[in-house]
């Protein structure tokens, strides 16, 4: 999960996509609504730059991008180092998340989570949303400025616009046509669902 991208995509005028569309936890769930009609409006994102303005953009819905944050009295540099020393926890590989917390960079710590020990590819598809929502929870809980940008994004739904990635994203670039059709894309948008369960729980919080 790592170009920051503007606001794609538009509302038909008729049925506007915060009825429903903002609610939509999983591609076929998207894809069902826009058959009956619903056009969202897209919010694309790809890379964790800063902004030309030195401000929160984008960018900061990526998993490296750098903002620090606690759970439960553990430090982690990154949304990415949660993610993957939760994979380690998840699967008993205790040497594997003090390495990954004490990586430097989110890359090092993607790297140290594809050695996870006993690692079982079905338990992890089971529960690797939840705790990419659960690291957002605390990462965007816990700044004021990254809150406020992710609750700004309001009914808009997050889209990780990587060409690279078929899991967390949707395996297509933010200029390729086929990005505002969830029936054409090329993978799950796991990241862009999570951040928006993510959204929905903070702003929870606030009501």
């Not at 038909?12 to 619903?38: C, F, K, M, N, Y």
């Not at 990415?80 to 990586?103: C, N, P, Q, Y």
Request: glycine content about 10%.
């Amino acid at each position: 999960m790592n170009g920051n991208q503007a606001p794609a995509g538009r509302t038909d005028g008729q049925t506007p996509p915060e009825v429903q569309a903002h609610e939509v936890r999983s591609r076929a769930e998207l894809s069902a609504l826009v058959a009956r009609g619903l056009r969202p409006e897209y919010l694309m994102f790809w890379g964790h730059r800063p902004s030309r303005d030195g401000g929160v953009g984008p960018g900061c819905l990526s998993q490296w991008w750098p903002a620090p944050f606690e759970v439960d009295g553990v430090r982690y540099a990154t949304a990415e180092h949660w993610m993957m020393a939760g994979k380690a926890r998840l699967f008993g590989d205790e040497r594997t998340r003090i390495r990954v917390l004490a990586s430097r960079t989110p890359a090092e710590a993607k790297k140290l989570g594809r050695e996870v020990a006993a690692f079982d590819e079905e338990e992890w598809a089971l529960r690797r949303l939840e705790l990419v929502v659960e690291g957002n929870v605390a990462k965007f809980g816990q700044d004021p400025a990254l809150r406020a940008y992710l609750l700004g994004t309001r009914h808009r739904v997050l889209v990780e616009a990587s060409p690279l990635d078929r899991v967390w994203g949707i395996g297509l670039a933010a200029d390729d046509e086929r990005a505002a059709d969830p029936d054409r894309w090329r993978g799950l948008n796991l990241l862009g669902f999570a951040l928006m369960e993510a959204r929905s729980r903070l702003a929870g919080e606030e009501a």
